[in-house]
């Protein structure tokens, strides 16, 4: 069936690099696209979302690229710190659907 | 402070048991939902409510069952026809029914069998 998936289990970054965190989704037509941050033992936090109709968000330190002609999401993060160790969640709504589909997670860490 | 909240934080079930995973927001939030997170995994869509009196199922239903009797209050019970009711179960709202909103999370009740 169509998921959502990633590309990296784990991602191994210095401090002050950038991150990109990479999904890639088969559904094209899902219209809603969001990234979470879960720490261990907590529930996932919601970073970022995108909707369909863009291409790309910006937040606080993060940026969101939405790909539709390769059916592609990814998460930048800039200036990688300590803190922002911890497993990213891409999730997708499809059409019609009224709940998220999440993928298994990239393991973000972010080495002294 | 608004947020939802998510009882208890580890819970036991014994062979041929029910138990009931509370949770509770406050945020006015119209939809509710329930996920399981097996370990290393992503959530999987358990039930979710659009409104007060109505919920649906979700990816893996069996062996569960949901009420929603108060806009606030969206309780899950782990029924003993599930086989594998080991997990981190998480309970998430958000404001619309269309899905088009992030959804906020608790913090998680995590469920082992005796």
């Known amino acids: ?112 | 402070d608004g947020g939802i909240t998510q009882s208890p934080k580890y819970l036991f079930r014994k062979e041929g048991q029910n138990v009931t995973l509370s949770c509770e927001q406050n945020l006015n939030h119209d939809a509710m939902y329930w996920y399981r997170q097996d370990p290393g995994q992503g959530l999987r869509l358990i039930y979710y409510s659009q409104i007060v009196n109505d919920f649906q199922k979700g990816d893996i239903a069996e062996g569960y069952s949901v009420s929603r009797e108060k806009k606030e209050s969206f309780p899950l019970t782990v029924t003993s026809a599930q086989k594998n009711p080991t997990a981190f179960y998480l309970c998430a709202s958000s404001i619309g029914q269309g899905g088009n909103q992030p959804q906020h999370f608790g913090d998680g009740t995590r469920l082992s069998i005796l």
């Open chain 1, 1 to 112: 069936g169509e998921s959502v998936g990633l590309h990296l289990p784990t991602l191994s970054v210095q401090e002050g690099d950038n991150s990109i965190i990479n999904c890639a989704y088969s559904n094209s037509a899902s219209d809603y696209f969001i990234w979470y941050k879960q720490e261990s033992g907590k529930g996932p936090q919601f970073i970022i979302d995108i909707r369909s109709n863009m291409d790309k968000r910006q937040g606080q330190r993060v940026t969101v690229l939405l790909n539709k002609t390769v059916k592609h999401l990814s998460l930048q993060i800039a200036a990688t710190q300590p803190g922002d160790s911890a497993v990213y969640f891409c999730a997708e709504k499809w059409t019609g659907r009224r709940a998220l589909t999440f993928g298994s997670g990239t393991r973000l860490q972010v080495q002294p």
